[in-house]
């Protein structure tokens, strides 16, 4: 009987028996008369033939044992989750740490390496790539804006100042990862092998455009590449993507689901539900969000108040990383030890990648009404993404302005060739407006259809020539 009571839930046993079997009304009722009644000095070692009053004198030397005053920071609650230790104090959660999370980078703003910095290694071959397509990807930007611009394309929205997010983060993954992307990430699609003509035709909604023209500009979408096509809404991919990691866990395929955001889609219903459920269902997906500063006209500041995105996951039980996302070696390095993390442990990981929107949010936008253009040309300038990857891979001799000037004059030549052909391809007939939902369409939509055809027939100077009946 020497031995000291260990835990709050033997004690809690023990002053439970005394309450039955002496008619206390609670165990601390039974807990107070045994002290109250003790008497003084040592306890007789005596054994009483009673057994109710040996399990008394049994209760009450582990009682006296533990002491009238035991520490509440000692007690715990066992709860659906793990133990809850209890705390005398009122005591609230900050809202916020004292300091903000570190972001890990490996080049600093001129591209040189910084000093003990860690990442994952990356050959020549794949270095190249990588900065040929983020080259490939500035240029074909460049190109469909200015098409827009002159009335050839409807709408357009570049990655201009994002693009080692795209490519870096398209690098370290796998063809057979499954994408979810918001509508700036072309650069994963241009990296798995989508081809300029294959843009151009979608931009241009021609009948070689894998949507038959049933999409706006820059909507892509590809089943070969496992490249989900894109989706205006925001943020409604994130519990898809969840849904197709449970998916690929559960066939035990070495794959994960990948999904990109904005700082706005953290906003939104979806990014909560996805997260939480993602958790819950252990499910192999990376969260990719691109905290770009602005969610069109709205700042970051204006948009939550904690500590950017990347704190929002621990909330949710997710382990999170903060990446400045114009270092293309640090988004490479982080990816790729994300995804592995992913399908080795089955678990859900956030990043949040530090970026900037250095184009205006669409050809919609003019961004110089809300911001600064010294801002936007510091950023394009100091923090460039594409000339600090060049000048990392040009001091390993992987590059020269020989290389960089043959490249530009390629693409450039590629790209307007893509736009010419594009341009006179014809475009999907007026029937795919109502095919590929039902395998028998319903009535209403053959109605609509008539509707249609008589309206185009009555009144053919207001629709398009091109568009065959």
């Not at 003084?40 to 049994?58: A, D, K, Q």
């Not at 080049?107 to 050959?123: A, E, I, K, M, Y």
């Not at 929002?312 to 997710?318: C, E, L, Q, T, V």
């Given at each position: ?35 109250h009644n003790l008497p003084p000095g040592p306890l007789s070692t005596n054994v009483s033939p009673n057994p109710i009053t040996r399990l008394c ?413």
């Amino acid at each position: 009987m020497a031995q000291h009571l260990k835990s709050s839930s033997s004690k809690s046993t023990l002053l439970n028996v005394l309450r039955h079997n002496l008619g206390f009304g609670s165990p601390n009722h039974a807990s107070r008369h045994l002290r109250h009644n003790l008497p003084p000095g040592p306890l007789s070692t005596n054994v009483s033939p009673n057994p109710i009053t040996r399990l008394c004198t049994t209760v009450a030397e582990k009682l006296s044992s533990i002491g009238s005053h035991q520490d509440a920071n000692a007690q715990v609650m066992d709860f659906p989750g793990g133990k809850v230790a209890f705390t005398p104090e009122i005591r609230f959660i900050s809202e916020s740490n004292e300091e903000r999370v570190p972001c890990y980078r490996v080049l600093d703003d001129n591209g040189q390496q910084v000093t003990n910095s860690r990442f994952v290694p990356v050959s020549e071959e794949v270095a190249v790539k990588m900065y040929s397509d983020m080259v490939t990807l500035q240029i074909m930007d460049n190109i469909f804006y200015e098409a827009q611009r002159q009335g050839r394309l409807s709408f357009y929205a570049t990655a201009v100042g994002e693009e080692a997010i795209n490519i870096a983060s398209a690098a370290a993954l796998s063809p057979q990862d499954v994408i979810f992307p918001q509508y700036r990430e072309p650069g994963l699609l241009l990296w798995r092998g989508f081809t300029l003509q294959e843009f151009a035709n979608q931009c241009f909604g021609n009948k070689a455009d894998y949507g038959k023209g049933r999409q706006m500009p820059v909507h892509y979408g590809s089943n070969k590449l496992n490249y989900f096509t894109v989706s205006a809404t925001i943020a409604t991919q994130l519990p898809n993507a969840v849904g197709a990691a449970y998916s690929l866990k559960m066939d035990g395929k070495d794959a994960c689901a990948v999904t990109f955001f904005g700082d706005g889609g953290s906003s939104e219903g979806d990014f909560h539900g996805a997260l939480n459920f993602a958790a819950v269902m252990e499910a192999p997906v990376l969260f990719i969000c691109r905290n770009n500063g602005w969610a069109i006209s709205t700042p970051t500041s204006d948009q939550f108040r904690s500590d950017g995105v990347v704190v929002k996951g621990r909330a949710y039980g997710i382990r999170s990383i903060r990446v400045d996302g114009n270092d293309a070696l640090a988004m490479y390095s982080a990816v790729h030890e994300a995804r592995e993390m992913a399908i080795r442990e089955h678990r859900p990981i956030l990043i949040e990648a530090l970026t900037y929107r250095v184009g205006h949010h669409s050809t919609s936008d003019d961004s110089t009404r809300y911001r600064s253009a010294d801002e936007i040309e510091w950023w394009n300038k100091a923090r460039n993404p594409l000339s600090r990857f060049r000048t990392w891979v040009e001091s390993n001799g992987w590059w020269s302005d020989e290389a960089e000037s043959d490249l530009r004059s390629r693409i450039k030549k590629e790209m307007l060739e893509a736009i010419r052909v594009a341009e006179k391809t014809e475009k999907p007939n007026l029937n795919h407006m109502f095919s590929d939902v039902y395998d028998v369409p319903p009535l209403n939509l053959r109605e609509q259809e008539l509707q249609v055809r008589k309206t185009i027939k009555s009144h053919p100077q207001d629709y398009p020539s091109d568009v065959p009946l």
